[in-house]
T-cell receptor, first 112, second 114 residues
Framework: QKEVEQNSGPLSVPEGAIASLNCTYSDRGSQSFFWYRQYSGKSPELIMFIYSNGDKEDGRFTAQLNKASQYVSLLIRDSQPSDSATYLCAANSGGGADGLTFGKGTHLIIQP | DARVTQTPRHKVTEMGQEVTMRCQPILGHNTVFWYRQTMMQGLELLAYFRNRAPLDDSGMPKDRFSAEMPDATLATLKIQPSEPRDSAVYFC????????????FGQGTRLTVV
């Protein structure tokens, strides 16, 4: 069974610091990995995706992928109170089997 | 403003009643997903379609749930009969292409079965 694991938190980070969110996955066939942000009572919104080993940067966000360790992370630099949300990690196996498997999310709190 | 539109946003119904949720995917997207979110289970994939054809509905309780896509602009998820354990937020999402498919989510339908 495909699983994506995340620490539920809450993860508390002071404003301006780097928030580090982690995720592991069980299916070695997974090819693409996604980070979504979900505010309370709202729908998930895509932050970024990654499918190659290494780092991918987009503004204050950096996604990191290590397929050998089956590990994905998201770094948020210069954390802002507006970054406080639940962050969902998701994986899919690609090749036409595109339903995403989601972790249960990490609740991030940025303290002003 | 391209977005996935879901109706209704909220639904309260009595156990045993039929519930139909609707989704209009983003124009041009050929893949539609139905997810259910609860506190205990998180986001679970129920079913998805590509080019209106069902590709996977293994996450769906077959005896009471059905998903269809009568045309490219409408996807439906039906529960008959509904049960209290079906109470959850149901999200529709759409995407384009294959492989590294991002899914863009609608606002969700919050279903409460009493």
């Amino acid at each position: 069974q495909k699983e994506v694991e995340q620490n539920s938190g809450p993860l508390s980070v002071p404003e301006g610091a780097i928030a580090s969110l982690n995720c592991t996955y069980s299916d070695r066939g997974s090819q693409s990995f996604f980070w979504y942000r979900q505010y309370s009572g709202k729908s998930p919104e895509l932050i970024m995706f990654i499918y190659s080993n290494g780092d991918k940067e987009d503004g204050r966000f950096t996604a990191q992928l290590n397929k050998a360790s089956q590990y994905v992370s998201l770094l948020i630099r210069d954390s802002q109170p507006s970054d406080s949300a639940t962050y969902l990690c998701a994986a899919n196996s690609g090749g036409g089997a595109d339903g995403l498997t989601f972790g249960k999310g990490t609740h991030l709190i940025i303290q002003p | 403003d391209a977005r996935v539109t879901q109706t209704p946003r909220h639904k309260v119904t009595e156990m045993g009643q039929e519930v139909t949720m609707r989704c209009q995917p983003i124009l041009g997207h050929n893949t539609v997903f139905w997810y259910r979110q609860t506190m205990m289970q998180g986001l679970e994939l129920l079913a998805y379609f590509r080019n209106r054809a069902p590709l996977d509905d293994s996450g769906m309780p077959k005896d009471r749930f059905s998903a269809e896509m009568p045309d490219a602009t409408l996807a439906t998820l039906k529960i008959q009969p509904s049960e209290p354990r079906d109470s959850a937020v149901y999200f529709c999402a759409s995407g384009s292409g294959q492989g590294h498919t991002e899914a863009f989510f609608g606002q969700g339908t919050r279903l409460t079965v009493v």
